[in-house]
């Protein structure tokens, strides 16, 4: 399934088309470092689908000294739920998903190049995972950036984990969709 979700993409380009029924315009994403592939093969990504442990794994080696960097996706749950937005996975679908790229390709940008190795909690195909699974957003913008923005060659894959699932304020998906995500 990851492949689908955007770990080997690459091959399509983007239509230049505006994403569908949103103001997001390209020149809302920050200054691009060039015209081409922006590559960061320092930066290491970890994926899996939601409540698979990913924080706490990276919680943990950051206590041992490991830097790393959080996700984007919860980080917006907090904030569309403490300000009122719609932002979010369970009312505006697309919204979610574009505010999720833009942030994941931000935070992408303002860690590279990374001087040491470092750990980031999912990345920018963890969106296209995501908009397909959801059947929204704009999937060959993704895929484009996908393309365009490069993490390490080596991902870390954490898969469903049901002794340790758990739902909160913030992750409302059931275990099932938590193994359809993965």
């Known amino acids: 399934t990851r492949a689908r979700c955007g770990w080997r993409t690459g091959r399509t380009r983007s239509t230049g088309k505006q994403w569908p029924s949103s103001n997001w315009r390209s020149q809302d994403l920050p200054a691009e470092r060039s015209a081409g592939v922006v590559a960061n093969p320092r930066l290491f990504v970890l994926t899996g689908g939601p409540g698979s442990g990913k924080t706490t794994v990276l919680a943990a080696l950051g206590k041992l000294g490991v830097p790393h960097v959080p996700e984007a996706a919860r980080k917006i749950i907090q904030e569309q739920m403490s300000s009122g937005g719609t932002a979010l996975p369970w009312l505006d679908k697309e919204a979610y998903t574009l505010e999720m790229l833009r942030r994941s390709i931000v935070s992408f940008l303002e860690h590279t190049p990374a001087p040491l190795p470092l750990l980031s909690d999912r990345g920018i195909p963890d969106t296209l995972c995501y908009s397909r699974l ?49």
């Open 134 to 182: 959801a059947g929204t957003g704009p999937v060959r913008e993704i895929e484009e950036a996908c393309r365009r923005y490069r993490y390490a060659r080596t991902v870390f894959l954490a898969p469903p984990w049901k002794e340790i699932y758990r739902t909160d304020a913030e992750r409302k998906q059931d275990f099932t969709e938590a193994e359809r995500t993965f």
